[in-house]
């Protein structure tokens, strides 16, 4: 991938246009050029009659890289699908969407994708080629999509999924990271108090030449610990961080990060909860797209983001594919699937509407969660409140204590 940044792309300023598709379908759009009429050119080049072509303020950032998260993706399948719905061609569409992208990084990737289809290869198969960034769940919906002729009722779908499911991880993602940071900015702020701050108050208290309470003498204690051990804290801290980004990268270690989780009070179901939502919209993606069960389950179990999950889903596809039902294949792995979803599949098995039935079991878990985590985030607080206050305010008060009592000490 070429990551050089043409010179003049710095002089580059951003162009909305309005114009007119071979077929005479109306078309609107933006662009990176250097003049209006360089625009025009490039518009006409690519079949596209420009009928108003207006510059903006915003100027082309130089260098500018950013990463490419889902959020971008779900955007680009969105625009993806607008375009073809409006009658625009694959492969201009993929030129203007890319030509407005100010994202360097994901301009070069809608290039890439260009240009492998301008070679003849499928749009599936020029995704695929990318798994970074495209997942097995949309590259499947895709191909389903060029086959059937709907590849933009199946963008559109992905990019609603997509925007959906990264909503309710940034919410969990929220509620789990919140908490950990104000922990960790707590614990912070203790070892600079015991290693800075403690040290200097136990000078003062060695002129008392008296006995100090215990909680005083167990807080010195902790302070000559950190002096003598600093060091091998601050090593010990990275690499604990490193061994355990190292110990991600193995199935073995998820699927037991997972069920460890599962276990905790609250947290664990609401964790369980996500999944299932996960797993009844995936599926209901993949059942209204026309996906048979035994090919959408094998996408279905990847998007489930668990790996206890996802190793259950490809069991109970076997399962299926041997004829069994779905929802009697989950009752088999009711410590992971709840109830309630067990019943609303067997409820849609029954009447042949699975795929609603799973938009509906989705849509109840997803709302379960939110509330659980809106409930949390506002119960959290008081309780890290209490939190800080014992890690910081234990410290400041076993430092005054010999201070309050200094009638009975000198």
Do not use: C, W
Not at 31 to 46: F, G, K, M, P
Not at 87 to 116: D, F, K, Y
Not at 238 to 266: E, H, K, M, T, Y
């Amino acid at each position: 991938m070429n990551t050089m940044v043409k010179e003049s792309d710095k002089k580059q300023r951003l162009f909305r246009f309005e114009g007119l598709t071979r077929e005479g379908q109306p078309v609107t759009g933006q662009r990176y050029a250097i003049s209006d009429a360089v625009a025009r050119s490039e518009l006409l080049n690519e079949g596209i009659t420009p009928l108003v072509v207006r510059a903006t303020s915003q100027k082309r950032q130089s260098g500018r890289r950013k990463s490419i998260r889902r959020a971008h993706i779900a955007y680009f399948f969105r625009q993806f699908a607008t375009m073809l719905n409006a009658g625009v061609p694959l492969v201009q569409a993929l030129h203007m969407i890319a030509a407005g992208e100010a994202n360097l990084n994901l301009r070069q990737l809608i290039r890439n994708i260009s240009a492998e289809v301008e070679a003849g290869v499928a749009l599936g198969d020029a995704l695929a080629l990318h798994p970074k960034y495209f997942d097995s769940l949309s590259i499947h919906l895709v191909k389903t999509g060029e086959r059937s002729g709907s590849l933009d009722l199946i963008l559109t779908r992905i990019a609603a999924y997509t925007e959906k499911t990264e909503r309710l991880k940034a919410k969990i993602k929220k509620a789990l990271t919140y908490p950990a940071a104000v922990v960790l900015v707590g614990l912070g702020v203790s070892a600079i108090l015991l290693y800075f701050v403690v040290p200097q108050f136990e000078q003062i208290f060695k002129s008392f030449h008296a006995a100090l309470p215990p909680f005083t003498l167990f807080v010195i204690k902790l302070s000559h610990i950190l002096e003598r051990h600093i060091l091998k804290v601050i090593a010990g801290t990275v690499a604990l961080i490193f061994l355990l980004r190292f110990l991600n990268r193995f199935r073995g270690f998820r699927r037991r990060r997972d069920l460890l989780l599962f276990r905790l009070p609250v947290l664990g179901l609401t964790l369980k909860k996500a999944a299932i939502a996960r797993f009844a919209r995936t599926l209901q993606i993949m059942f209204s797209s026309g996906v048979p069960i035994v090919e959408a389950l094998e996408s279905v179990a990847g998007a489930t983001g668990s790996v206890p999950y996802e190793d259950a889903v490809l069991e109970i596809r076997e399962q299926v594919a041997a004829g069994q039902p779905l929802a009697g294949s989950m009752e088999y792995y009711d410590k992971l699937f709840l109830p309630m979803a067990i019943q609303m599949m067997a409820v849609g098995e029954r009447a042949g509407a699975l795929d609603d039935m799973s938009g509906k079991v989705a849509d109840i878990f997803e709302a379960e969660v939110d509330d659980v985590v809106d409930n949390l985030s506002s119960l959290i607080e008081p309780l890290l409140m209490v939190v800080l206050g014992v890690l910081v305010g234990g410290l400041v008060i076993a430092m005054y204590l010999p201070i309050f009592q200094m009638g009975n000490i000198v």
